[in-house]
């Protein structure tokens, strides 16, 4: 895979044994990803992506509002999503050690009032590493005994193209940061594909029937998480 660039728009690029050129805009935040026949023109390709650029460009803003945001102001009042539903945030101003707590539909936020907007976003991914570490952790143990798979060691990372990844010979499975802002459906479907990675590496017909063994509706729940945001030639 490599990166290209056109119209100010970044691209991953790759080449594989398909007959088609395909476009992808990947959640959560409009990443570019095109697959593309080994032996076609790189012109041909250049001129397909141009064409499709108002479309792109018209997912990435779709996804991009879509997408919460850690606020910036932390003032009393702002919103700030966490599970699928707002939480209002409750500023309380101090001069010693910055914290960050869920009460209820509140989250409540101990912090000075000169911090840069750096600090105030790892104060923010803090609460989401806490409460993502605590939902996986839950999953793990509901569906390890279903699927029959080792309890794998699990990171949490800022992903820019994945919800998750798996590696199946190191049993290590990654999940996306922001998936703490989704509803607790999508991380368990996360979970449960991570899980059955395990078992098969490849999304093929064993992969499939696995999943409809263990989430018979994990294709409608995958269509939500990637609203549907692909075209072909």
Not at 107 to 128: G, M, N, T, Y
Request: charge should be positive.
């Amino acid at each position: 895979m490599r990166e290209l660039t056109l119209d100010g728009v970044n691209i991953e690029f790759v080449r594989k044994r398909i007959k088609n050129i395909y476009v992808r805009v990947l959640p959560p935040l409009g990443q570019v990803r095109i697959s593309a026949p080994l032996r076609m023109n790189e012109s041909v390709i250049r001129e397909f992506v141009l064409s499709k650029l108002p479309w792109i460009r018209r997912h990435q803003k779709r996804m991009r509002a879509d997408t919460p945001r850690t606020p910036q102001g932390f003032a009393d009042g702002d919103e700030f999503v966490l599970w699928g539903k707002p939480k209002r945030i409750r500023f309380f101003p101090v001069g010693g050690r910055r914290r960050i707590f869920l009460r209820g539909e509140f989250i409540d936020v101990h912090a000075c009032v000169s911090d840069s907007p750096e600090l105030r976003r790892q104060l923010f991914e803090k609460l989401l590493r806490r409460e993502l570490e605590r939902e996986i952790q839950r999953l793990l143990q509901l569906w390890r005994p279903v699927i029959g798979v080792p309890i794998p060691t699990f990171s949490i990372r800022r992903m820019r193209t994945r919800w998750g990844s798996c590696s199946p010979t190191t049993l290590r499975v990654r999940f996306a940061l922001h998936l703490a802002e989704k509803p607790v459906r999508f991380l368990e479907y996360i979970v449960v594909h991570e899980l059955v990675h395990l078992l098969e590496c490849s999304h093929n017909g064993r992969f499939t029937a696995y999943m409809d063994k263990f989430l018979p509706d994990w294709r409608n729940v995958r269509g939500e998480l990637r609203t549907g945001n692909s075209c072909t030639r």
